[in-house]
């Protein structure tokens, strides 16, 4: 079975597939000793390596290319500072559901009505 890759054709996309993102990325990454700024581990690896905005491209475009915003991160540390990206997508935009249904750390349902706490 035939497998399509996404539409890269926004914005953030462009940026990223850019020569000069490229090029950014492989000095931050040599300044940076591929190794992971916050907890020291080697992203030498394929696929290890996070080249990450300090601060963010949505709030300072102007900052994109510059490389004292740019830094080295594993994969780990990557997801610990943007806890964000984690969020369902209503959360992301700020918008509010009803109700939020979820398990406690047995698993069972949190909703006291749940046919699995009778």
Do not use: F
């Amino acid at each position: 079975m035939l497998m399509r890759k996404p539409n890269r054709s926004g914005p953030v996309e462009r940026l990223l597939l850019s020569p000069a993102w490229r090029s950014l990325r492989l000095v931050a990454l040599r300044r940076d000793g591929y190794r992971c700024v916050i907890c020291g581990t080697s992203v030498a690896g394929k696929g290890m390596a996070r080249v990450d905005h300090i601060l963010p491209r949505s709030t300072h475009p102007h900052l994109a290319l510059v490389l004292s915003n740019c830094r080295t991160l594993c994969t780990r540390c990557d997801n610990q500072s943007h806890g964000e990206k984690r969020l369902p997508p209503h959360l992301r935009t700020g918008q509010r559901i009803e109700r939020i249904t979820g398990s406690n750390r047995s698993g069972l349902p949190i909703d006291p009505n749940h046919h699995w706490n009778r």
